[in-house]
């Protein structure tokens, strides 16, 4: 049987795989269907566009336009010539914490289902989509008729049964000509809390996967070439399997690492008692420019009460503070070693005006105290089916707050954002394994590769995918300009 995987990309709390990261979900299938004797090919949406929308012709843009990041992403296929000879197309969609990327675009329901239904072939669907999928913030999940796919299906199965075949996915990297983030996979479910938006909690039970295979898979990986990691999805690193060992474990077996970071963290577990030499270990083996993402959502206590939340500001602050105190050293790629980056959610449960003073306070805060963070995210919650949010008000906060937003974002942006950049990267820093990623106008847009990578403008239209050396020189609110000095 000739399986094509066709990855519309994904990302969730706990996971992400827009490129250029490459996410569980085609690896393992791949794996699977391979350790099963199939024939598998791998297309991303990017392909399928280029054929179905462009005539298979992609052309470079004129000086005044932007890179068509529609088709940026293709793989060595024709997706025409492997769609003609495949039996049955899985296709992996499903975005659940919405964000802006600068080089992909990830398919949604009504787009995929346009692009195959004319396809004489059998469809399945998978991926969070079987959970629901918004690819806008501030919205309800995609209602889309899905009577085209003759089935949904999770792939999901135990650890267990993944590690018997989970290496043989690893030749997917071979249909990819760019590289790619492999976003790795340490525990599912989550061991905190049942936060209102979330479905981690609604997917899996909290089950962290054994360090030795998470250590198996990175070094599979960097045996075909792979150079850049992020031990991402995940609710919390710091509950992860032997976390110490593991980051030890994979720098001695894979010595030429050019990335490796880490994603979600809770920062209760960063106060533990062992949480310091987490710390520390992550500081020591993992690159420069690493963040951990602590999901705080909202510093208004009311709001943490109404959406069980699991992070108090008390303990967030806290936390702040150990990372500072151990990660705020600039690494040899430019940027400090290691900072804690927050999220901020719009629309949740019991949200008033006081809730954004609140935040804005607890900002102010961290500025006044010389504490670093390096970014902020901020986002109106998308309601998903079966999530205590949607049974316990839904739109409600979010209809009612809507109008104030912009303002909201936008304070936080002037406020905190900017002067922050200014701290964390003074101008004249040296910013170097940047690359340059895509035009818009006369102005070329670059970043680092990493997790949540800040966007440097350089201006002119350099040659893409190069890797050069930045001088920082200016600041926009969430980015930076710089000058290529090697
Ligand atoms: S801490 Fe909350 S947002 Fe994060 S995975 Fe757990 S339930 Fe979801």
């Avoid at 492999?182 to 089950?207: A, H």
């Amino acid at each position: 049987m000739h399986y094509t995987i066709l990855d519309c990309y994904t990302d969730e709390a706990s996971g992400l795989g827009v490129p250029p990261y490459l996410g569980t979900y085609p690896r393992y299938i791949y794996g699977q269907l391979k350790k099963e004797g199939h024939r598998v090919s791998y297309l991303t949406i990017d392909d399928l566009r280029l054929w179905k929308r462009y005539n298979g012709k992609k052309r470079e843009p004129k000086e005044h336009e932007k890179t068509n990041i529609l088709i940026y992403n293709l793989t060595n296929n024709d997706a025409e010539q492997i769609l003609s000879q495949t039996d049955t197309l899985i296709v992996i969609l499903g975005v659940h914490v919405p964000g802006k990327y600068l080089t992909a675009l990830p398919g949604t329901l009504r787009e995929v289902i346009h692009l195959i239904e004319d396809l004489p072939l059998k469809k399945i669907l998978t991926g969070p989509a079987i959970f629901g999928t918004q690819l806008e913030g501030g919205k309800s999940y995609e209602k889309s008729d899905l009577s085209l796919f003759n089935e949904i299906k999770n792939y999901e199965v135990s650890f267990d049964e993944l590690e018997k075949y989970v290496l043989e996915g690893v030749s997917i990297i071979k249909e990819i000509p760019d590289k790619r983030v492999i976003e790795i996979e340490t525990s599912r479910g989550c061991n905190i809390g049942k936060c209102s938006f979330c479905t981690e909690p609604l997917k899996n039970k909290f089950v962290n996967r054994a360090k030795e295979a998470i250590v198996k898979e990175v070094k599979a990986y960097y045996d075909l070439g792979a150079r850049y990691f992020r031990l991402g999805k995940q609710a919390d690193f710091y509950s992860s399997d032997r976390p110490i060992e593991m980051l030890k474990e994979i720098r001695l077996l894979c010595p030429d690492l050019a990335m490796l970071h880490i994603d979600n963290v809770n920062p209760n577990s960063v106060i533990k008692p062992d949480g310091e030499a987490i710390t520390k270990a992550i500081v020591d083996y993992c690159t420069p420019g690493n963040i951990a993402a602590f999901g705080v959502e909202s510093f208004d206590p009311a709001v943490v009460k109404a959406n069980l939340l699991n992070t108090a500001p008390a303990v967030a602050m806290k936390a702040i503070k150990i990372i500072n105190k151990y990660g705020a050293e600039r690494g040899t790629n430019g940027l400090p070693q290691y900072l804690p980056g927050i999220n901020i959610i719009f629309g949740l449960l019991n949200e008033t005006k006081e809730t954004h003073q609140k935040n804005m306070d607890a900002f102010h805060q961290i500025m006044n105290e010389g504490l670093m963070l390096r970014r902020i995210n901020i986002r109106q919650v998308a309601i998903l089916p079966d999530t205590y949010l949607e049974q316990h008000g839904g739109m409600k906060y979010l209809l009612k707050n809507k109008k104030y937003y912009w303002k909201w974002r936008n304070q936080i942006r002037q406020e905190v954002d900017y002067p922050m950049l200014q701290r964390i990267l003074p101008a004249g820093t040296i910013i170097s394994d940047v690359w340059t990623e895509m035009y818009d106008g006369k102005t070329t847009f670059c970043r680092q590769m990493g997790t949540y990578p800040l966007v440097i403008g350089v201006k002119g239209r350099l040659p893409l995918k190069q890797k050069i050396k930045v001088k920082v020189t200016k600041y926009m609110l969430r980015s930076i300009t710089g000058e290529v000095v090697g």
